[in-house]
Structures are given as structure tokens and as C-alpha cells.
């Protein structure tokens, strides 16, 4: 089977995010089953094998379409998805949607345009695909408050390859990154990431002697810097940009804990690296997180904004463990050696010319 992937932002090696990362690996899953994909972006990180990745403008995606057997198009309210949606259903091509999150409104302009997007843009995307992958149930609700029919819809988390996951090596003693404990998180730095919250909680008596890791890019840092400087805590704040992968391998390994302090998550692939590598974590208690805590029985879970909670959790991570049933368990849910064959299962469907409504009954 030939299959497009579509994404406007495609850096998975370059700290592009996790939408990129399950769509890396997602690829090598299927051309590992023998399948052929490429994967069409605007801002593509180059690969050549196993699979291939390239530039395509929107209007240029018209001609690789005519390649494909199906085509997932990825990302919430992204013109660029639709404009692969498009161009496959005017081809009589059958498309897959994953929206992976909707996050919410910044301002009433922007709230405004979000609420038309969504009932129009979106509303087409969802109900005249072959299917949409929801990450969680958490999402049918929304769907539900804005009129969208979830009868083409199918539930499969985002995923990572299991065999890139190795467990990093013990720390025997005392390791080279600073503080007591040495915290770390890895993202793009977005108020939606609310990093601001783990900031502040440094001050906090519980952690006097931790020092916090920022790993990724945006435009917040200037913002979060400030922060830093006005708390009082510059010094034990680092903000070390983009690190390629080996580079956050050897960080994550000398790190006593990580902290994801969202407010909002589709199904946060950082977190199941994480915790597979053994790495104890500390979550906001939103639903995307809680998708995998849940599974992996890890309880260090704070109410979103709640620093007062979330101050004792990272003080007290220097004597957590990640139990090898956790690492069982999230390998059997979120492993693309584990569930390729579940999305398999829906491009298959989609080119006979069904729907994900035949794969789990929704058909009313």
C-alpha cells in the first residue's frame, strides 16, 4: 500500500514536536510491514529511508496524491491539512484525518474565528473522511458542543517505536547536571505550556537546591527568562535550546525527574518516552496525560496552576521508580510494534472504499 502522510511541520530529529515523532515512527512501522510512505510538509526535516520526506507547497500536493492509495493529513485547524483533504476527495482518494489536539482561544478575535473553523473546516474534515483518530475519548465531548458527527471516528493514541527506547544507564553517584533534584522538560516553550509554573515553584522552600532544564524553542523564552529573573531563581534556570536527540538522551539519563506542566495535551508522546526510558515524571492532571499515567499506574499527577501541589511532587522524585509493569504496560499500549496494525487496518478500509464507522460499529 502506498500512503501519504501530511503535515505542515515535519522536524522529528530537530525538536519538531510530537505530532512529527508519532508520524517518524508511524512510517517506519508501516515500511517495516512493507508498505510505502512519504511524508508531504511545508517545513520538512529531509529523509530518504526508510521512508521519504519532501517539500510540497498546498497547491503542490495535489500531484503526490495521485501516488497515494490513502492519505493522513495531521493537525487541528491546519489549512494545510485541509488543502490535502481537499485535493484527495476532488481526486476521488480516500483521506484520514488526526487532529491530535485543539487548543483553546487566546483572545475573542481569535475565539471567534476558531468557532466558524471549527463548524465548517473541521466539520468537513471529521465527517466526509474515511475516518478521523481521536487520541482519546476525551475529544467526543467536544465534537458533541459543536456539531460534529463522531460516527467516522476511531481511537488510537499517539505512539512511538519501542526499540528506539532503551532504558538509560543507572546513575551510580552524582551526575553533571545540576540541582537537587535535577528537573527537566522538553518542549516547545508556549504559554500553553505553562513552564512559568515549574519556574515559580523553584521557589518554594521543597526545592531550594533544584535546578530546572528547558529544552526546546519558541517564543516565550524572553518571557520566561524575565520570570526567572524576577523570582529570584535565574541562576538555577537553564534554558539550553534545541538538543539534538543524543544530546537529550545523555540529559534525560543525568536528570532525576520530568515535569510536564500543561494545560492542555492531545496524547503527549514526551511522556511515554519518558516513562519507558524509567525516567519519573510529574503531570498535570489533564486528560492527555492522564491517558498514560492511568495505564502506567503513576500517580504524580497536579491540578493544572496548582504550584503548592506540584512543588512537593518534584522534591520527592529523587526516590521514585518507574516499576518494569509500567514499562510493560505502556509498551503493549503505545508502541507502534504494539498498534500499527490497528491504523493499518483503517487505511485498508479506507482504500476499499469504507470507514472507520465499519471498524467499530458507529455507523448511526
Keep these: 500500500m502506498r500512503i501519504l502522510q501530511v503535515h505542515?511541520?515535519?522536524?522529528?530529529?530537530?525538536?519538531?514536536?510530537?505530532?512529527?515523532?508519532?508520524?517518524?515512527?508511524?512510517?517506519r512501522a508501516l515500511t517495516g510491514s512493507g508498505h510505502e510512505v512519504k511524508v508531504a510538509s511545508l517545513h520538512p526535516e529531509i529523509v530518504e529511508t526508510p521512508y521519504k520526506s519532501f517539500h510540497a507547497s498546498a497547491t503542490q500536493l495535489r500531484s503526490h496524491i495521485a501516488w497515494a492509495d490513502v492519505i493522513h493529513v495531521h493537525?487541528?485547524?491546519?489549512?494545510?491539512?485541509?488543502?490535502?483533504?481537499?485535493?484527495?476527495?476532488?481526486?476521488?482518494k480516500p483521506f484520514v484525518y488526526t487532529p491530535h489536539a485543539f487548543y483553546g482561544a487566546h483572545s475573542s478575535a481569535n475565539a471567534a474565528f476558531k468557532a466558524v473553523w471549527d463548524r465548517t473546516a473541521?466539520?468537513?474534515?471529521?465527517?466526509?473522511?474515511?475516518?478521523?483518530?481521536?487520541?482519546?475519548?476525551?475529544?467526543?465531548?467536544?465534537?458533541?458542543?459543536?456539531?460534529?458527527?463522531?460516527?467516522?471516528?476511531?481511537?488510537i493514541p499517539n505512539c512511538v517505536l519501542g526499540g528506539d527506547l532503551a532504558a538509560p544507564p543507572s546513575r551510580p553517584g552524582p551526575g553533571t547536571l545540576a540541582g537537587a533534584p535535577a528537573i527537566i522538560t522538553i518542549g516547545r516553550l508556549d504559554?500553553?505550556?505553562?513552564?512559568?509554573?515549574?519556574?515559580?515553584?523553584?521557589?518554594?522552600?521543597?526545592?531550594?537546591?533544584?535546578?530546572?532544564?528547558?529544552?526546546?524553542?519558541?517564543?516565550?523564552?524572553?518571557?520566561?527568562e524575565a520570570l526567572a529573573?524576577?523570582?529570584?531563581v535565574k541562576d538555577r534556570v537553564t534554558f539550553h535550546g534545541f538538543v539534538d536527540d543524543a544530546g537529550v538522551a545523555a540529559m534525560v539519563a543525568d536528570s532525576d525527574v520530568f515535569v510536564l506542566a500543561s494545560e492542555q495535551e492531545g496524547l503527549?508522546?514526551?511522556?511515554?518516552?519518558?516513562?519507558?526510558?524509567?525516567?519519573?515524571?510529574?503531570?498535570?492532571?489533564?486528560?492527555?496525560?492522564?491517558?498514560?499515567t492511568s495505564v502506567a499506574e503513576v500517580e504524580t499527577t497536579y491540578d493544572v496552576g496548582?504550584?503548592?501541589?506540584?512543588?512537593?511532587?518534584?522534591?520527592?522524585?529523587?526516590?521514585?521508580?518507574?516499576?518494569?509493569?509500567?514499562?510493560?504496560?505502556?509498551?503493549?499500549?503505545?508502541?507502534?510494534?504494539?498498534?500499527?496494525?490497528?491504523?493499518?487496518?483503517?487505511?485498508?478500509?479506507?482504500?476499499?472504499?469504507?470507514?472507520?464507522?465499519?471498524?467499530?460499529?458507529?455507523?448511526?
Design 8 to 27: 505542515k511541520d515535519f522536524e522529528p530529529l530537530k525538536g519538531g514536536g510530537g505530532t512529527a515523532r508519532h508520524i517518524h515512527g508511524l512510517a
Design 75 to 92: 493537525g487541528a485547524r491546519s489549512k494545510y491539512a485541509v488543502a490535502g483533504a481537499l485535493h484527495a476527495k476532488l481526486q476521488g
Design 122 to 155: 473541521e466539520k468537513f474534515l471529521f465527517e466526509k473522511g474515511a475516518g478521523t483518530v481521536l487520541l482519546t475519548d476525551a475529544w467526543y465531548g467536544w465534537l458533541k458542543d459543536r456539531g460534529i458527527s463522531a460516527k467516522r471516528t476511531i481511537i
Design 191 to 224: 504559554p500553553v505550556k505553562r513552564v512559568g509554573d515549574v519556574i515559580r515553584a523553584l521557589g518554594r522552600p521543597e526545592l531550594v537546591n533544584a535546578h530546572f532544564h528547558i529544552v526546546g524553542r519558541g517564543d516565550q523564552r524572553e518571557e520566561l
Design 229 to 232: 529573573q524576577s523570582t529570584g
Design 268 to 292: 503527549p508522546t514526551v511522556l511515554l518516552e519518558m516513562l519507558i526510558a524509567r525516567v519519573p515524571i510529574v503531570c498535570t492532571r489533564i486528560p492527555g496525560n492522564l491517558a498514560i
Design 306 to 364: 496548582d504550584i503548592s501541589a506540584l512543588a512537593p511532587l518534584l522534591a520527592a522524585s529523587r526516590d521514585v521508580t518507574v516499576s518494569d509493569a509500567s514499562v510493560a504496560a505502556l509498551r503493549h499500549a503505545f508502541t507502534w510494534e504494539e498498534r500499527a496494525e490497528d491504523m493499518l487496518a483503517l487505511y485498508k478500509r479506507a482504500a476499499a472504499g469504507g470507514t472507520a464507522a465499519d471498524l467499530t460499529g458507529k455507523h448511526r
